[in-house]
């Protein structure tokens, strides 16, 4: 069975400061990770993926991620945050067959002024 | 392309009724999925269809009927509303199974089940 967790509820951090929001899974076999982002009263946005490859991973609106194989994480990275940025953040990791999707709890960012 | 709908966005039932959740795509998108969000408790798959005719149970399927008779449309059925399945309820859609394809999400319907 896969899973992931969130081990952070809340994180709040000055606008213009680096932004961390941590993810760890658990899979047998290759993983296939992903952050989405929700703003309050929408659906979730796709933010990044990490497939093969480069450990590292760029997405939208400056978002990162750093996959870490033998840590078992894959956290959500970016270098000067946004005041714009506060929302709910999610990790998931999908099943390589039937494409089903794990969520881990969610991640509130907050970004003060 | 509107992606993926849902209707209602908002619903209240009383305890007992019958209802069903609309969910389309015009994406052509072979994966369609179900999930519900509670506080705290992240998004949790309900059911998922990898094609038409094709229906299978996510997490936590009880009290839920899905069907996938056209590409486009995935309605979620609840049989006989709890106040349990007072939740958000998400559609999703993705081009493929194939794990590494990003989903598309629905702006979600908000149930209320008194």
């Known amino acids: 069975a896969q899973s992931v967790a969130q081990p952070e509820d809340q994180v709040n951090v000055a606008e213009g400061n680096p932004l961390t929001v941590k993810c760890t899974y658990s899979?047998?076999?290759?993983?296939?990770l992903f952050w989405y982002v929700q703003y309050p009263n929408r659906g979730l946005q796709f933010l990044l993926k990490y497939i093969t490859g480069d450990n590292l991973v760029k997405g939208s609106y400056g978002f990162e991620a750093e996959f870490n194989k033998s840590q078992t994480s894959f956290h959500l990275k970016k270098p000067s945050a946004l005041v714009s940025d506060s929302a709910l953040y999610f990790c998931?990791?999908?099943?390589?067959?039937?494409?089903?999707?794990?969520f881990g709890d969610g991640t509130t960012l907050t970004v003060k002024p | 392309n509107a992606g993926v709908t849902q209707t209602p966005k908002f619903q209240v039932l009383k305890t007992g009724q019958s209802m069903t959740l609309q969910c389309a795509q015009d994406?052509?998108?072979?994966?369609m999925s179900w999930y519900r969000q509670d506080p705290g408790m992240g998004l949790r798959l309900i059911h998922y269809?990898?094609?038409?005719?094709?229906?299978d149970q996510g997490e936590v399927p009880n009290g839920y009927n899905v069907s996938r008779s056209t590409t486009e449309d995935f309605p979620l059925r609840l049989l006989s509303a709890a106040p349990s399945q007072t939740s958000v309820y998400f559609c999703?859609?993705?081009?493929?199974?194939?794990?590494?394809?990003?989903?598309?999400f629905g702006p979600g319907t908000r149930l209320t089940v008194l």
């Open positions: 269809s990898v094609g038409a005719g094709i229906t």
């Open positions: 999703a859609s993705s081009y493929s199974s194939y794990g590494g394809t990003e989903q598309f």
């Open positions: 994406m052509n998108h072979e994966y």
């Open positions: 899979v047998s076999g290759n993983p296939y």
């Open positions: 998931a990791v999908r099943d390589t067959n039937a494409g089903k999707s794990t």
